[in-house]
């Protein structure tokens, strides 16, 4: 009775102890892959339309000054317009801004002049900055001058214009002054 005792109590050690050593036994399988990230690349291409009239130009590279035709030669009271288009062709929603920088020139005669940026809206021309001296804080303090949200794919028209202010006195100091500035169209991601 004991032998048949001792050996069920054995039978049963061995059972309890198969039951757990299944309880640690695994089956896996795994896979995997190298995932890659590219960052998007902002890219903004412009045109220019001389008196907002016309065929647009072809793109242009817009990191240098844009020389204007049509902003030679003003005199006093004169007021000018030339509009460009911008084109987001990159990667991403951009805000755009605008920015004055690098003066050089008469600073009597920048002094002169009033520069305006409206965006197009579909409908109308809307004032993004209104008129302000071209080295004013508008267009110089952190981004320079807002211009509108511009989404991948899309594009804004843009019409820049320049007044000659006319102060009612003797200007002629100012014949043949020259001025130039550089401004530099940024589009920022966020």
């Not at 030339?82 to 005669?109: A, K, M, P, W």
Request: hydrophobic letters at 40%; a negative charge; charged letters at 15%.
């Amino acid at each position: 009775m004991y032998k048949r005792l001792t050996l069920s109590l054995v039978l049963m050690g061995l059972a309890a102890f198969a039951l757990t050593a299944g309880a640690f036994a695994w089956f896996s399988d795994s896979g995997s892959a190298r995932v890659t990230i590219k960052a998007g690349t902002p890219q903004l291409t412009f045109e220019v339309r001389s008196e907002c009239s016309g065929p647009w130009s072809p793109a242009y590279d817009f990191d240098t000054p844009a020389n204007f035709d049509r902003w030679q030669g003003i005199v006093p009271g004169d007021q000018t317009s030339d509009c460009y288009r911008i084109n987001n062709v990159g990667d991403g929603d951009l805000q755009v801004f605008v920015e004055h920088s690098d003066f050089h020139g008469s600073t009597e005669f920048r002094n002169s002049l009033a520069i305006l940026y409206e965006v197009w809206d579909g409908t109308d021309w809307v004032a993004a900055c209104g008129w302000d001296v071209p080295h004013g804080g508008a267009f110089t303090s952190e981004r320079g001058c807002y211009l509108g949200a511009l989404a991948e794919g899309r594009s804004m028209l843009v019409r820049a214009s320049a007044i000659f202010q006319d102060t009612g006195g003797n200007q002629n100091s100012l014949q043949n002054a020259t001025f130039d500035f550089l401004s530099t169209v940024t589009g920022y991601t966020g």
